[in-house]
């Protein structure tokens, strides 16, 4: 039996993991989730905000990574949408436009009161920039230096929400998701440190040792990796129970399925390759 | 000259934007520089698909081994570049309609947006998807525990990939608050996953990496300095005067 699995063809291994993450997905298994300190703090900053604040929500991550991050952001959306916020959205990726217009669609199929046909005074879309930090440490001392005009061509000061916006110290909250570089360390380090800008970040599990040493004093809060979204998306149903019977606002919590059994089974096969090994190095071949 | 010029525009605009933290006179200076760097940063595209273009074109040029891939690229890349351009599919913008190009190119039903949306995306997925594959299989062929700092790194591993999960709510989740031995603070609740996945996050990870950071931090800043008062030469490429 070991030595059939000494040479195990590591196809079977995919197959394995491939049935380890459809069966939960297509079963649509979900577990209740419990709101870790860090994912109430990131809660709060949005909900403790008055209705109607100004929200910037920098999305910054493409299609490689919206499995992990597209629940964030659509939380976040919803979460903002919930209270009625204004919200500026803007990107450092350029394919990061089309993840904008996913939460902006949320916006308008799920919120068409406050939001459908108000653009321009409940949100706005300033596109990408190229720049990365460059258009960071710009947005943060004078916006229009940086965008001169929104994602439609259209000039900032004929828009009634950036009318009379200087530059995003003004901002009441800074909401970024992000899949790396640029992303929450560059948006902590030239945008909330320096100017005392709330902040609170979605970030993948790669990135999430990297921003710990930020929290709390730079960064209010952080939803880290899938766990991270399917624990806030919790905490917002927890508290506006409507939510639940929208099974688009449970994207994160059905992907916690598969990263249960894929995680056991990933130490499944820790243990088994350990097996191996011993008995290896009993026999004198390791 | 031509290295003289860039290493004075480094310097002078590396100096001005250090000012800037400490000056409040210097922040309009600032500013300026870092526009100019927005757009220069937007031209940085060009020179991509520039060098994209150049490094593809030899190794079809020279017959090299995968030339063909290099084909499929270089004409992946003209189509996509061809119907963003010319706006394929995309309507006048509501606000210009005189214009027949003033439309976003990423319009939805816009054949760039169709390419987006059916080819990029789901190639994109599919290529991070398949980490999930090769991790499994690392898993079972690499990570074995050879020494003691291979066997600590195990156990995390395995209390860190079952405490972000449900499972530890399974498997520790009935752990009582009564204390182990005695009254010394320590309860059975303690050694839940969740809560040790916690103590390894902040009290380990969250250390370790500050500690980088900070090394991370001086490293930059005297690199930094090097660059901009003319001792590092290495960014603008050979030694030798052009």
């Given at each position: 039996m070991l030595k059939i699995l000494q040479n195990l063809d590591r196809r079977w291994i995919f197959l394995l993991m491939f049935v380890a993450v459809a069966v939960p997905l297509i079963m649509g298994t979900t577990f209740p989730e419990t709101p870790s300190g860090e994912v109430i703090a990131v809660f709060d900053a949005v909900d403790n905000l008055p209705d109607g604040s100004n929200i910037v929500m920098a999305l910054d991550y493409d299609p490689a990574s919206a499995g992990e991050l597209q629940p964030m952001a659509s939380a976040f959306t919803r979460h903002c949408a919930l209270k009625k916020h204004n919200i500026y959205f803007m990107t450092l990726w350029p394919q990061g436009i089309p993840m904008i217009q996913s939460s902006i669609d949320i916006l308008n199929e799920e919120y068409p009161k406050t939001y459908k046909g108000k653009y321009g005074t409940k949100y706005v879309n300033l596109g990408f920039r190229a720049g990365n930090e460059g258009v960071i440490k710009l947005v943060v001392e004078d916006l229009k230096k940086s965008y001169s005009a929104d994602i439609h061509g259209t000039n900032l000061d004929n828009i009634p929400l950036t009318k009379?916006?200087?530059?995003?110290?003004?901002?009441d909250l800074l909401c970024n998701v992000s899949a790396g570089y640029p992303g929450s360390q560059e948006w902590v380090l030239y945008g909330s440190s320096p100017f005392d800008i709330p902040t609170v970040v979605g970030c993948t599990g790669v990135q999430a040792p990297i921003m710990l040493?930020?929290?709390?004093?730079?960064?209010?809060g952080m939803l880290a990796a899938i766990k991270g979204a399917a624990e806030y998306e919790q905490a917002i149903i927890n508290h506006?129970?409507?939510?639940?019977?929208?099974?688009?606002?449970k994207e994160g919590l059905i992907r916690m399925g598969p990263q249960l059994v894929a995680h056991v089974l990933l130490i499944g096969l820790i243990a088994l390759g350990n097996v191996i090994y011993f008995w290896e190095r009993k026999q004198g071949t390791a | 000259m031509k290295r003289t010029i860039p290493l004075f525009i480094s310097a002078v605009t590396g100096f001005v934007l250090i000012a800037t933290a400490f000056i409040p006179k210097f922040v309009d200076w600032g500013n300026d520089a870092m526009a100019w760097f927005n757009l220069l940063a937007a031209f940085a595209f060009v020179l991509g698909g520039g060098n994209l273009l150049k490094m593809q074109l030899q190794k079809i040029s020279a017959q090299q081994p995968g030339w063909g891939y290099s084909a499929v690229t270089l004409i992946a890349f003209f189509i996509t570049l061809f119907v963003g351009l010319a706006k394929v599919g995309v309507h006048p913008n509501v606000n210009f309609?005189?214009?027949?190009?003033?439309?976003?190119?990423?319009?939805?039903?816009?054949v760039f947006w169709w390419f987006f949306e059916y080819i990029f995306t789901p190639l994109s997925a599919t290529m991070f998807a398949l980490l999930a594959f090769y991790i499994s299989s690392a898993a079972f062929r690499a990570f074995r525990a050879k020494n003691t700092e291979a066997t600590i790194l195990l156990i995390i591993a395995v209390i860190v990939l079952l405490g972000r999960t449900y499972a530890s709510e399974w498997l520790t989740g009935g752990f009582s608050n009564e204390p182990i031995f005695g009254e010394n603070g320590i309860t059975y609740s303690d050694f839940k996953l969740d809560h040790l996945t916690q103590i390894i996050m902040e009290d380990f990870t969250t250390p370790g990496m500050r500690a980088i950071k900070i090394g991370i931090a001086l490293g930059v800043a005297s690199t930094s300095l090097k660059v901009l008062l003319g001792v590092d030469r290495s960014y603008l490429g050979s030694d030798q005067e052009a």
């Open positions: 009379n916006l200087k530059n995003i110290q003004q901002v040493p930020y929290i709390p004093d730079q960064l209010t506006y129970p409507q939510l639940a019977e929208n099974p688009k606002a | 309609p005189e214009f027949a190009w003033s439309g976003d190119y990423l319009e939805e039903g816009s």
